[in-house]
Every structure is written in C-alpha cells, then in structure tokens.
C-alpha cells in the first residue's frame, strides 16, 4: 500500500512519508484521512450550491469541522473510526444532495467527489489511494491546495473547540465549503493565493470566537503560578486542549480524592479562574507532547486524551489511557460524546485512578503563566513605560509547536542568549522549550510571557494591535516586535496563515520551512512578506534586534 503525507514538520527526510508515517500513522490509516478529506471536499462542492438556497446548516459545517479535525496530525489513528466518519460523511452527502434537489437545485456538473460510494470494504482503500496529495500534479497547484487545506484543518479544530462551548459563526462554516470546492476547481495561481489568505482572515475571526467562548465560559486567564510537582495521592493527567472535556472532569471528580494534573496543551486550563475553584486541582505534569510515551509512564494512573496530540501508545500505560472527541488510537477505550445537553461520563476513570499509585515526581518548583490579552493589557502602563524607558527594548514572539526534532534546540537557545532587555511572548507547546528557565524579569513584567495554548496566539494579535494603538503606529511591523515561529502540525499554519493576513512580516519559521511549500510558493511568500526559515541563533538575534 502506498500512502503519501508531508502535512508535518517532521515528514520523512522534510519530503514526505511514503512507507509510513513518523508521527505512527499506518498507510492504511493515511489514505483513508486522504479518503475522509476527498468526501468532504464533495459535500463542499454541493454545500456551495446549498448555501445559495439557505440549505448550509449549521450541522453540516460542525460535520466538515469535527471531520477535518480527527486527520490532524496525532490527532486520531483508529481505522474503525475513519470507515464510519466516512459513511457518515457520505450520507451527510446524499441527504444534502436530496435537500438540494428539492429546492430546484442543480447538482449535476461537479467532481466525482459528489458520487463515489464504495461497493464494498475493498473499496475504500482502492479508491483512497487515488485521491490523495499526488493526485494533483503540478507541484505550484498542488502546494497552494495544500497550503489551504492544511489551513482549513486548523480553523477546524479551533472552530470545534468554540461550537462545543456553544458559540458559532455560520460564515466560518461557508468560507470551510467555498475553500474545501476551490480544491476540485482549476483557479488561477492568484485566486488561489487569495483564498490562502482569506484563510488567514478567517482563522482570526475563528480564534477570535474561540476566545470569547473560553472567556465567557470559564473567565480570563490571569497571572498564576502553578505547580510542576505532585502530591501523595492518585490522580488523572488530562493532556490534549478541551476546556470542556477538563470541566467536567474536575466536577465529576471533586470527591474522588484524587489528584487531577494537565500535560502539555493543558497547561493554561491553570490559568482560568474557573478551574482554581476546585482544590484537587494539583498543578502540572510533565512537558511538550512528544514526551508522554516516558511521563505517561511514570505518571501512574490514567490518562486522559481530549483531542490531538496522542503518540503511539505504548504497553506500559495502554490500559489506562483514554481517548475521548476526535481522538482516538486502535485499542484504547474511548469516552463517548455527550449527549445533548449532557456531559461525558469518566467515572471509569476515575474509579481506575483510585486504585492507581500517586505520581513518580520528574520535577519540583513552579512556573508562571496566565498572560492572556487580558492580563497584559492589565499592566499595559507598566509595559509601556517600560518600553519608553527603554528597559524593554524588543518584543520576540516565539509562539508554535514543539517537537522531537533536535533542532529545535534553536528555540531554547535564543531564549537564553536574548539580551536582558528582551520580552518573549509565547503561546502553544512551543514554550516548554524555554519557559522553565530562569530568564528572570524586566521591572517586574517576567521575561516570558505565556498566553496559552496555540489557539490563544490570537491574544498575542491583539497584544500586538493595542501596543500599535498605544505608541500611535500606522503599522503593525513598526513595533519593537519580532516573530520566531516554531511549527509542527496544521493548527500552526492556521495560526501562520492569520499573522500574514494581518500584514505580519519578517518571520522567521523553523525548525524547517513546510515541505508542502514548493519553490515558487515560497518565493511568493518571501517576496510580499519576506518570510524567512531559522538560521544561526548569533545571527538571527542580531537581525530581530535590530528589526530585520
């Protein structure tokens, strides 16, 4: 069987997995994400003609955002999910196509995507291998869709997280259709760079609502310090991103006596207000995702995963780690969605934890995040003051994704080698590079400033407007500002994607440049944006102090 994917940071040789991927994923598993992603591209087809009669609901695009979620990277490796998310989406297909047909619709005319049905299992794996990345040709056209689907993926995901929480925004879903069809249409090279960045003005307005929906739910992240040992009691380590999924727990939870820790993406869940209120709350465990085959280990007791981010899971902890939403992994018990108006029951969790050892502590101390828009505009006299004094000179965003490549030591470097009077803005698991180091503080504003997970880089935007705003700049790129980006999956591209649309320039992008990114797209991009890939850690603190 023959498989193709290079949507991450770490594909084969920065080319593509072509035997199987380095992240776990089987071929077969890869073709049938390729398979999921070719049905949804023929509902994207129809859902555009739909959308022109007021048939588009908001159903079918919560469909196409949880569809595209489970093929992110290390986000769902379970084949059985995959063959029904495909049926499903088939039938989200024809009944669509019915609906559209009785309003006097055309539905004719369009891909094949918009009639292949399989006649049997065999099916499936014969048609997926068809329809993947290298179905497309021209490596320029090629490039762009991918550019934009790998985009799509992201603004997916953050859009999932925000409609669990009851917030939507129906013209995220349209703009999902519009650029899943612009894939199975011949457009013009500039059509389809302008669709990459209507992307990118999409994934701001999907941040933006994702966090209203986590501010208004659980309140905004503020300043706190949190634990990085553990205590003597049992307990649950819940890594992944959903608030929801973590709320829940916690409530189920809080006469257990057991502990309830977060991993990796997690970790902000100990800034909100929300969640301090319950005491068995005990802090963090661990570090970055690509770690947790040895913490999930030493941890104990059961794991919970709430969307992406799973490694292939190994002996010495498959028995108690759980998945639950869009993650899953062959083998391992999976929590069901709720049921409307309900909640996910982990009592078996928690019952399983009870019986479980405490914790083997791997580090003691604390760490210091919660700097959400909220928070830092909060001390904006004092940051502004300080800028004006000229204690703080720069502003470095190194926000992103972390992973296992070593050299991604880049990262942790430029960290420790920044001068004093450097602020580090950061966002995603891309800060467990550097934000247990002792880099000390500026007047006290701490030189590490940690808004969250990856989706709260748009408190890094906004952050950024507000300074514009208040030293009266005409544009963006006139701030002390720089931005040294570390990426691995597709949540980062959306994010990526959302800076270049708000007129972002001169960032730098490691460990490597996307292997997805032909010459000619690369060129484009350096050209209006003058994006660039890391380089020597000397030379690239020199440039971003001096602002190029």
């Known amino acids: ?179 899943l069809a612009s894939t199975t249409k011949n457009l013009s090279v500039d059509q389809m760079v302008g669709l990459v960045m209507e992307a990118g003005q ?73 969640f301090k209120k319950y005491s068995h709350f005990y802090g963090n465990y661990g570090n970055a995702w690509w770690k947790q085959d040895t913490e999930f280990a030493s941890f104990n007791g059961p794991i919970l995963m709430t969307t992406n981010c799973i490694t292939p899971v190994k002996d010495a902890y498959k028995d108690r780690i759980y998945t639950t939403g869009n993650a899953g992994y062959p083998g391992v018990k999976h929590i069901a969605d709720r049921k409307e108006g309900g909640s996910k029951d982990f009592s078996v969790i928690i019952e399983q934890a009870k019986k479980c050892p405490a914790p083997t502590q791997i580090e003691t101390g604390e760490i210091v995040g919660g700097f959400a828009h909220n928070q830092v505009l909060a001390l904006a006299d004092k940051v502004v003051a300080a800028v004006k004094s000229g204690a703080i000179k720069r502003f470095v965003v190194m926000a992103g994704c972390d992973g296992r490549h070593k050299s991604r030591q880049y990262f942790t470097d430029v960290a420790e080698n920044l001068p004093e009077g450097t602020i580090i803005l950061t966002a995603g698991c891309a800060k467990y590079r550097y934000n247990k180091l002792q880099l000390g503080d500026i007047g006290g504003i701490p030189r590490v400033l940690d808004a969250g997970q990856c989706n709260d880089s748009y408190s890094l935007a906004v952050i950024a407007l507000k300074l514009k705003e208040v030293f009266g700049l005409n544009d963006i790129n006139e701030l002390p500002l720089s931005f040294d980006i570390a990426w691995y999956e597709q949540k980062a591209v959306a994010v990526l994607l959302a800076l270049l649309s708000l007129g972002v320039k001169k960032i730098r992008l490691g460990p490597t440049l996307p292997a997805f990114l032909s010459a000619n797209v690369v060129k484009v991009l350096v050209e209006k944006f003058d994006i660039k890939p890391t380089g020597e850690v000397k030379n690239d603190i020199e440039a971003m102090m001096a602002a190029s």
């Open 202 to 274: 999409t994934a701001v307005t999907t941040m933006a609502l994702l966090d209203k929906a986590n501010t208004s739910t659980y309140g905004h992240p503020e300043m706190t310090k949190v634990k990085i040992g553990v205590g003597n009691r049992p307990g649950i380590l819940v890594s992944g991103h959903d608030l929801k999924d973590f709320k829940e727990l916690l409530e189920q939870s809080k006469n257990a006596e057991i502990d309830i820790y977060t991993h990796s993406e997690m970790l902000p869940a100990n800034y909100y207000p929300e």
């Open 1 to 179: 069987m023959s498989m193709f994917c290079y949507q991450c940071q770490e594909t084969a040789a920065n080319k593509g997995c072509s035997m199987k991927g380095v992240c776990g994923k089987q071929p077969d598993t890869a073709v049938l994400q390729d398979l999921l992603i070719f049905v949804l591209k023929g509902i994207s087809e129809l859902g555009e003609r739909a959308a022109e009669k007021n048939l588009l609901t908001n159903d079918i695009g919560e469909f196409i955002c949880a569809s595209l979620f489970t093929t992110i990277t290390n986000a769902n490796f379970d084949n059985d999910r995959f063959y029904a998310q495909i049926d499903h989406a088939i039938e989200v297909r024809e009944n669509l196509k019915k609906k559209l047909t009785a309003a006097g619709g055309k539905v004719d005319g369009l891909s094949e995507a918009t009639t292949w049905k399989p006649a049997n299992k065999a099916d499936y794996i014969a048609k997926a291998e068809k329809v993947g990345v290298l179905a497309t040709e021209n490596e320029d056209v090629r490039s762009l869709r991918e550019l934009l689907v790998y985009g799509l993926k992201g603004i997916a995901a953050y859009a999932d997280h925000a409609f669990v929480l009851g917030h939507r925004d129906e013209n995220i879903f349209k703009f999902l259709v519009k650029a």
